[in-house]
């Protein structure tokens, strides 16, 4: 169902004739900037992945023994999600 839902606009665009693409107007302003917030995300979702794979990397090879990871962009929400200190 999902790679359906997925797949289905680049199918959609595959079997359009030239002559209808032709006729589409050009990527508007809203469209650049949705497709730059999706870049940052898709960005910031990598190097999250790639900070978090090399913590457990060296956390497998004891190089720390953090239980929780607490650096790069997951230190963002760790200082915001800690309680108040008194």
Known sequence: MWITLCLSPVMAVNAASPHMLAS?????TLEMAGMAVA??????E?????????WLTEKLNKQ???????RGLFSIWCVHSRPSQP
């Open 46 to 54: 990598f190097t999250a992945n790639w900070q978090k794979r090399r």
């Open 64 to 70: 720390h023994d953090q239980e929780f990871m607490t």
């Open 39 to 44: 870049g940052i995300g898709y960005t910031l």
């Open 24 to 28: 589409l107007p050009g990527v508007r």
